[in-house]
């Protein structure tokens, strides 16, 4: 099964769609235009990217919510909190390294690590 993201005029993921291997491919080739087709025959929707449930392209399987960045061809997971910032891998990361020690999460409010 192939997987596409349904976008919306800014590239925001509204919706995930599986299309069957047996329409994208052609002569046993598999080819995202075909699912593209095929999604906006069916749809009438016509902005889609094949996302990989493996992972093995555009960085990461995506969901609604996530954002498909025509650039760097990935989809970037939705931020998680304000103060967050995206890295040059396209990984959100905290404004203060997690100690590598122990169960932690982010505490948005004083913006810190709190152990578990």
């Known amino acids: 099964m192939a997987h596409f993201a349904k976008l919306d005029e800014n590239n925001n993921v509204i ?3 599986v299309v069957n ?6 002569d046993g080739v598999e080819s995202e235009q075909a699912g593209i087709d095929f999604l906006t025959n ?4 016509s902005k889609w990217k094949q996302t ?9 399987y ?9 650039i760097k061809n990935i989809f970037v997971a939705p ?3 304000d103060s967050w910032f995206l890295d040059d891998n396209s990984d ?9 020690n122990g169960n932690w999460f982010w505490n948005e409010e004083t913006l810190s690590w709190v152990l578990i």
């Open 62 to 70: 995506c969901g609604v919510g996530f954002y498909y960045d025509e």
């Open 42 to 45: 069916l749809h009438g929707h």
């Open 79 to 81: 931020k998680p909190y």
């Open 52 to 60: 990989s449930y493996n992972s093995n392209f555009r960085k990461q």
């Open 92 to 100: 959100w990361q905290a404004p203060i390294q997690k100690p590598e």
């Open 21 to 26: 291997n047996d329409v994208i491919t052609i």
């Open 15 to 17: 919706a995930v769609h």
